[in-house]
């Protein structure tokens, strides 16, 4: 029911991200208090800020990443692993940062239940990424930012995608990065929101 009210309704229909969307219990990623909300069609807010991002926007980035079996994937802040798991089916390899040690060992064994074993989950910074297991073909947040840092940028393989909520006045805006000639350009892909996400809020600005 929600692949077929929220995600094809939403102008998603390639075969990969659906069945990866119905193949993957997104309820046995989330905290048993939040099961039964699984399928709603909003954001599901985890402990530590972190989000499962609704399926229509989550949906929605993987269609305009493009995501290839032979690509290599950077999922930030993959919470308990949904993401992770649904990104895995699709890609050859997914690297997912979360900076909680519970977390992070909770989503890959999430992901080994269910035999996700060409994922693994490593803790660190969110806006540092994962720099050793890169470059990566494609990157992805799990949340919204004001800004992304070129630490993150340098991590991705020319060529590569990045898909990134901007948190942009109440209403945010996902934009697909293309990184041609070592540098990222960004194109509008559509309107969603989200909570910003550990490390990628602006710095505040010093004022007298």
Not at 81 to 107: C, I, K, N, P
Not at 136 to 164: F, M, N, S, W
Not at 174 to 197: E, Q, S
Request: net charge negative; charged share 25%; glycine share 8%.
């Amino acid at each position: 029911m929600m692949v077929d009210t929220q995600v094809r309704p939403s102008d998603v229909t390639k075969f990969p991200i659906i069945d990866a969307m119905l193949s993957v219990p997104r309820e046995e990623y989330l905290p048993a208090d939040k099961a039964e909300s699984a399928y709603v069609g909003e954001n599901i807010m985890l402990a530590g800020g972190r989000t499962v991002l609704e399926p229509r926007t989550f949906a929605k980035m993987l269609d305009a990443l493009m995501v290839d079996p032979a690509d290599i994937v950077l999922d930030l802040g993959c919470g308990l692993g949904y993401s992770t798991a649904v990104l895995a089916q699709m890609a050859d390899f997914v690297v997912a940062v979360e900076d909680d040690s519970d977390r992070v060992a909770e989503a890959q064994q999430n992901l080994s239940e269910h035999g996700v074993d060409n994922a693994a989950v490593v803790e660190g910074p969110l806006n540092e990424g994962a720099k050793k297991s890169g470059p990566y073909d494609i990157i992805i947040l799990q949340g919204a930012a004001e800004q992304v840092p070129q630490t993150l940028l340098d991590q991705l393989k020319e060529g590569g995608r990045i898909a990134v909520v901007f948190a942009e006045s109440a209403l945010g805006v996902v934009r697909i990065g293309h990184k041609l000639d070592g540098r990222v350009t960004w194109r509008f892909a559509f309107n969603a929101g989200a909570p910003v996400a550990a490390g990628f809020a602006k710095d505040a600005a010093f004022a007298l």
